[in-house]
T-cell receptor, first 115, second 113 residues
Framework: DQQVKQNSPSLSVQEGRISILNCDYT??????FLWYKKYPAEGPTFLIS?????DKNEDGRFTVFLNKSAKHLSLHIVPSQPGDSAVYFC??????????????FGKGTLLTVNP | NAGVMQNPRHLVRRRGQEARLRCSPM?????VYWYRQLPEEGLKFMVY????????ESGMPKERFSAEFPKEGPSILRIQQVVRGDSAAYFC???????????FGPGTRLTVL
């Protein structure tokens, strides 16, 4: 029962163009969403997050959009750089559980940025 | 300003042996989470601990797995009588009180022969 889904296992884009990574969720109790980036043999690195009370959050080249009614979020990277090549994980948390912010992850999307 | 530390980075065990994975959270972080990543999968929550307390172990297999976060020292994830299906990457994450963002260690890659 996958509560967080990343339906594209891989994505390839040209350097300088926009990368758009998508994520869908099914659990309406999720109210906080995060994106992590992961290189091989390393742990995930936090990139950007968004609360359900917002529909957009921006940090430099990274922007996350949230569509609550569609239970969909996306990560935009502009402009894409070769160093962005990594696996990107979407994760969700339900704030309502006291201090327990356990994360539910998607399976990840491998982004390749070609020079 | 050390990040989350995990050791060992790689661990090889034969079936039936015990595996002990250690995690030192970032300084000032009182919350520790353990996740497991199987090949071609995302990370799956296992257990959430605070100092001397297991808060949520809903993701832990019922048998052979245990976790602790003592008052002093690192958090330990212990797997007794390992089987081949336990082969995976085990990640520890920490966060300060009241923060949702978690910071991950480099992981321990367990291989069971």
């Amino acid at each position: 029962d996958q509560q967080v889904k990343q339906n594209s296992p891989s994505l390839s884009v040209q350097e300088g163009r926009i990368s758009i990574l998508n994520c869908d969720y099914t659990n309406s109790m999720f109210d906080y969403f995060l994106w992590y980036k992961k290189y091989p043999a390393e742990g995930p690195t936090f990139l950007i997050s968004i609360s359900s009370i917002k529909d957009k959050n921006e940090d430099g080249r990274f922007t996350v959009f949230l569509n609550k009614s569609a239970k969909h979020l996306s990560l935009h990277i502009v402009p894409s750089q070769p160093g962005d090549s990594a696996v990107y994980f979407c994760a969700a948390s339900g704030i309502g559980g006291g201090s327990n912010y356990k994360l539910t992850f998607g399976k990840g999307t491998l982004l390749t940025v070609n020079p | 300003n050390a990040g989350v530390m995990q050791n060992p980075r790689h661990l090889v065990r034969r079936r039936g042996q015990e595996a002990r994975l250690r995690c030192s959270p970032m300084k000032g972080h009182s919350h520790v989470y353990w996740y497991r990543q199987l090949p071609e999968e995302g990370l799956k929550f296992m257990v959430y601990l605070q100092k001397e307390n297991i808060i949520d172990e809903s993701g832990m297999p019922k048998e052979r797995f245990s976790a602790e976060f003592p008052k002093e020292g690192p958090s330990i994830l212990r797997i007794q009588q390992v089987v081949r299906g336990d082969s995976a990457a085990y990640f520890c994450a920490s966060s300060p009180l009241g923060t949702i963002e978690q910071f991950f260690g480099p992981g321990t890659r367990l291989t069971v022969l």
